[in-house]
């Protein structure tokens, strides 16, 4: 964690509106232990602050978020050459974090990239400098990626492995020979010959990234390949070197070393292959972007690049292709194939003014779709970084990991030194015990330790994204698989969210009066209930006043003044604060309540308070919502539905999907203080929402779902996202995460009990070096291997039935 390593510092902070917005940054920013002194500037949206050097900035960053803001930061991706092992990336990672204004530093060993947020100041040269003085190669991703192809990296790995093993084989055939009773002798200078190269030009690599590390004072696998090698080669040569008595001659290792960097460079190549195939997802993301669009310009249409194209630019698209951006239709109909970034399998209906989305597959009709999004603000785009963010970022369970890999190549070295002094005391043969401190050496693998937790949270977040699950962190990751309680919010999220108006009983005049003056305090309001209402009121071509002085009560309903009148719409619990009686209405509104209905009530206040009538609104059941509370009670899971809805359509809902708890007429500021309460009965909660007011409770929630068909504000505030507006999804998610934590799991335990055993057994003299070699380059390759498995996930297949 880095910390600000000076006296005063401007920092642009967004959000702010006003001045008490202005005034709530400075209070946060004072009460901070470090801070002397902090003025916040409403007009240039900055902060001036003089601050100890022992003040953290994430500190700082978190002082502002709790008060409501957020600090601007940029997020730099890098990628590193050099890495090898878990001790790489700490040390990679310590470096970065020592750079003035560095917030976050999230190395990743299995992408070999490197995610840094910091101050807008920091530049990017100072970080790639940072990378550069602990022994490492950097370079921001768009330069790597143009400067050196994925191919020709893989091509070089494939022919060191190669060559190594050619250059080998002569040196182990002797080994196997005498296996079958033969004799075989290879000449000193042969196998000095054979070996040298082996050594040095195609494990050069070791040195040099072993040199780097010992420079920085540190150490990691290449240094323990090169010590490991180094000292079984070294003395093979002087042994050869020397002359010996009579005429047996002295047995030579330079097998073990050629053969241990063989088989390590085998490894490596074995795991860079694997690991380019865990993050497939991301690739086969990107490939969905197209670089040309079709552009109508006049009569014509031109293909131009797609950076050309802007926000309004019609784009024509033919049946076959894939859509170039977010859009909406102007012209045509058609289907269009989702399944890779929604994860939906089936064509959907695509008609005249609807939505379509970037990388999309047009399907029969050629359509003209006017452009509202392009490049990194298309969803395809968002989708992209949501993921990389996710695989970037570090799951809580890596900090064991970090802490052991920063002691582990010291602790490997101590070992073989002792393993050498030991066996040199017992037996005084002092090739035997170089032999048994090599065998020690080689078999220590930190590699495995570094890539145990990246290769299963890229595999996971990769196959989930593909089916329409976008899981935002790590963290949200692991979480998830210890959750035993789901909240649901009701609407929209376990109906469709288009209420219909059922009824409406005016408790005086006609229903036509009643419904123009319903209609005219909702006219402009966004909320589904309002729909509901001018639907209805155009149907029956009702002529609707005009309202004004229109204000909306958060979680009761709106007031407006309506020809000369004062009037409010709302739910019973506005009536109530009016002090409105409901009369004979009363029972009426409890029947349809108990046959599912939403009841809103008009109401005159002034000097003639009155009631003037119910409507009564009925939301559909969504096909999936039956299945989705089943799936999620069939892996013990609780759940639970929070709304701000009626109690007796609330218990409709959950009677007939078999909800276990039940929280109605809950207003949205109290629905994140319900959630607290279900967490101190020591659950861990997940809140699934779709919309503004759900925001707070799913931020509250252990883990927040979100609807992609809802409000982007729950989107943004969740940890995980669901592509459909389908809640069977939230049964997939945890079941992901419980997979993907568990491959976290295997893979760390045999990443650590290849070296709780291994490194015993070298030191007691039951490995040697060949040995030792291979189990060391199979426990990475095992490790990436087993989080592979993940992309085998499918989510359940369940037969979703309306319950209705």
Not at 174 to 202: C, D, E, R, Y
Request: glycine share 8%; with cysteine.
């Amino acid at each position: 964690m880095t910390t600000l390593n000076f006296s005063s510092q401007d920092i642009a902070i967004q959000g702010m509106t006003c001045a008490s917005c202005a005034g709530r940054v400075e209070k946060a920013l004072k009460k901070l232990p470090g801070i002397q002194a902090a003025t916040v500037n409403l007009a240039t949206e900055k902060a001036h602050i003089q601050a100890d050097a022992t003040l953290a900035m994430a500190e700082v960053k978190k002082a502002i978020e709790d008060a409501g803001y957020a600090l601007a930061t940029q997020t730099t991706t890098l990628t590193i050459e050099g890495m090898t092992c878990a001790s790489c990336v700490g040390r990679v990672e310590k470096a970065l974090l020592r750079v003035p204004g560095v917030l976050t530093a999230s190395v990743n060993l299995a992408t070999e990239t490197a995610r840094v947020e910091a101050l807008p100041t920091v530049d990017n040269k100072a970080l790639i400098t940072a990378v550069s003085v602990a022994g490492y190669e950097a370079v921001l991703s768009s330069a790597a990626v143009a400067s050196v192809p994925a191919s020709s990296i893989r091509i070089t790995d494939d022919y060191a492995w190669k060559i190594a093993a050619l250059l080998s084989l002569p040196l182990i055939i002797p080994m196997l020979a005498s296996l079958i009773g033969v004799q075989v002798n290879l000449p000193g200078w042969v196998q000095w010959a054979l070996a040298t190269p082996v050594q040095f030009w195609l494990g050069a690599r070791f040195y040099k990234a072993g040199w780097k590390a010992l420079k920085a004072g540190t150490g990691n696998m290449d240094l323990l390949v090169a010590l490991g090698t180094s000292a079984g080669y070294g003395l093979s040569v002087f042994q050869l070197a020397s002359p010996h008595a009579g005429h047996v001659a002295p047995h030579y290792y330079f097998e073990a070393s050629a053969v241990v960097i063989t088989l390590v460079l085998l490894g490596k190549w074995l795991e860079s292959r694997a690991k380019q195939q865990t993050a497939s997802a991301i690739k086969a993301l990107q490939a969905l972007q197209p670089v040309v669009a079709r552009v109508k310009q006049g009569d014509l249409d031109v293909e131009v690049p797609i950076a050309s194209v802007k926000p309004g630019d019609v784009v024509v698209v033919k049946p076959g292709e894939r859509v170039p951006v977010d859009g909406i239709i102007l012209e045509g109909q058609t289907h269009m194939d989702e399944s890779m970034i929604t994860g939906e399998s089936l064509p959907v209906s695509k008609n005249l003014h609807e939505n379509v989305t970037g990388g999309a597959i047009n399907g029969e009709g050629l359509i003209l779709v006017e452009t509202r999004a392009v490049g990194t603000e298309t969803t395809l785009a968002r989708i992209i970084r949501l993921v990389e963010n996710a695989q970037a970022a570090k799951a809580p369970i890596q900090r064991l990991v970090d802490k052991v890999s920063a002691v582990f190549v010291p602790v490997v070295i101590a070992l073989a030194l002792a393993t050498f002094l030991g066996w040199w005391w017992y037996n005084g043969d002092i090739q035997h015990a170089i032999i048994n401190a090599v065998a020690v050496l080689v078999i220590a693998c930190p590699c495995a330790l570094g890539l145990a937790t990246p290769t299963a949270i890229i595999a996971g977040t990769g196959v989930a994204a593909q089916h329409g699950i976008l899981i935002k962190d790590a963290e949200a990751l692991e979480i998830a698989h210890r959750i035993n309680t789901v909240v649901f919010d009701k609407t929209g999220t376990l109906t469709l969210g288009k209420p219909v108006l059922t009824a409406q009983v005016p408790a005086q005049g006609n229903e036509e009066d009643f419904l123009s003056l319903s209609a005219a305090i909702q006219r402009g309001s966004e909320h589904p209930l309002a729909k509901a209402v001018m639907d209805a009121a155009h149907q029956r071509q009702l002529h609707i006043p005009t309202a004004s002085s229109i204000k909306a009560l958060p979680g009761r309903g709106l007031a407006a003044s309506v020809n000369g009148r004062s009037l409010q719409l709302g739910n019973t619990r506005l009536m109530q604060e009016l002090n409105v009686a409901l009369g004979s209405l009363a029972a009426e509104a409890d029947a349809l309540e108990s046959q599912g209905n939403t009841i809103s009530w008009l109401a005159e206040s002034g000097e003639k308070k009155q009631l003037l009538g119910l409507l009564a609104f009925g939301d559909e059941i969504k096909l999936e919502a039956l299945s989705a509370v089943s799936g999620l009670h069939s892996q013990g899971i609780n759940t639970v539905m929070i709304t701000g809805d009626n109690a007796g359509s609330a218990h409709r809902v959950a009677g007939q999907l078999g909800i276990q708890q039940v929280f109605a007429n809950v207003l949205p500021g109290d629905k994140a203080a319900a959630v607290e309460r279900l967490k101190d009965d020591h659950r861990t909660v997940a809140m699934v929402g779709d919309g503004i007011n759900d925001a707070p409770a799913l931020a509250a929630a252990d883990v927040g779902i979100a609807m992609a068909t809802g409000s982007d504000v729950a989107m943004h505030t969740a940890g995980i996202t669901l592509m459909r507006g389908n809640p069977a999804l939230v049964a997939d998610a945890i079941d992901i995460s419980r997979r993907t934590y568990a491959k976290i799991q295997q893979n760390l335990f045999w990443a650590f009990i290849y070296n709780l055993v291994g490194i015993p057994l070298a030191a007691f003299g039951f490995l040697n070096p060949m040995l030792a070699g291979a189990a060391m380059a199979f426990s990475s390759v095992s490790v990436v291997s087993n989080a592979l498995l993940l992309k085998r996930w499918k989510p359940a297949q369940r037969n979703d039935v309306c319950p209705l």
